[in-house]
Structure formats: structure tokens, C-alpha cells
């Protein structure tokens, strides 16, 4: 099986990909997994350290062939608020409940979940359901930036109070 031995950034490799692989959020954070490509192929990606891929990146491959990494569509609640106060409220409450979230000027996006949608409509915000790519914010103790330049270690203890 070929192996994926190397990545670039989006918009910054040289050669066209010869094929596509589609991840889920959560799947786009690889170090060592066998993938299926988009025609069959499979690759296996082998790197020393997690590398977290964002739509666009690409995987190099040991005979210099490229794969590009494609957001998949993910089923989604679009949070829309009444103000930028109240996207900052609602923002809060889905940080304290540590769950992934997409953060823009005037949404927020998350994975479905109605117990969560619920809470968020009782705090007076519309929600409603689309099917998009997710990209949810790289949290601060996330432990591996997206460069991956070196390794960080962190207490993960939460105090709430």
C-alpha cells in the first residue's frame, strides 16, 4: 500500500492531485490511518505526529503523487442570534458544554444534537438545520497547531465555578 509520507497547506503545492479524499471534522486530524480515496485507491497516512488537514490541504505520497483532503458535508444546526451580544451569549453556553463549534460574525454552527438546540432556543436563538463542510474553532488546548512546529503539553483540568 502507498503511504502518504508528507502534507502542504491549501494553495501552496505544486502538481495537481491525481485524487480526492472526503473527511468528516473530525476525521481531518490524522497521524497514522488508512484511507480510502475517492476512486478506490487506498493510502496509508504515516506521519510522527497528528497533523490536523483543512479543506484544501493535501496529502504527498511517497511517489511524489498528490491527494487533496475535502471537507465533507456534515449534518448541522446553523445558530443564528439576535444581536452580536446574544451570539457571544450563545457562544458561552456551547464553550462551557466543551462542544465544537463554528464561530462566525453572525452564526454559529454545530453539530445536531436536540437536546442542545433546545437549550439554545430557549435562550431565544433560531436554529435551524443545513448540511455544509464543518470547521469547527481549534480549541486552546487543542495540543497541535495546524503546523505542527512542536509539541505542547497541557493540564487538562477544568474548574468551573
Partial sequence: MIRAISHDHAGHSKGIPYDLVTLAHDERHLRRKVLTLVHGDQVLVDF???VAFRHGDVLVLEDGRLVEIIAA???LYEITPRDR???TELAWHLGNRHLPAQIEETRIVILRDHV???MLEGLGATVKE???PFHPVRG???????DHE??????HAHHHG
Fill in 150 to 155: 512542536h509539541e505542547h503539553h497541557h493540564d
Fill in 140 to 146: 486552546a488546548y487543542h495540543g497541535h497547531s495546524h
Fill in 85 to 87: 451580544l446574544h451570539l
Fill in 116 to 118: 442542545i438546540k433546545a
Fill in 73 to 75: 458535508e456534515e449534518y
Fill in 48 to 50: 510522527p505526529e497528528p
Fill in 130 to 132: 443545513i448540511s455544509e
